[in-house]
């Protein structure tokens, strides 16, 4: 994993938590969590990759 993507996932992390406040505060309950759901999807969807990696390396690691 680069130190890229960590810094792009705390970014994300910043901003959701950021617009999920503004957005409890001023009664729109229902988009923060849609805020916090698609900061989480778009998360996932950096890491699956470097997991399938690791996977796949553990996978050669046992097979020889």
Known sequence: ???????????????VTILNQILKYSGREEQAFLVSLAGLILV???IIP????????VQDLFLL
């Open 1 to 15: 994993m680069s130190v890229g993507l960590i810094f792009k996932i705390a970014a994300v992390g910043i901003l």
């Open 44 to 46: 996932l969807m950096w």
């Open 50 to 57: 470097s997991i399938y990696e690791l996977f796949m390396t």
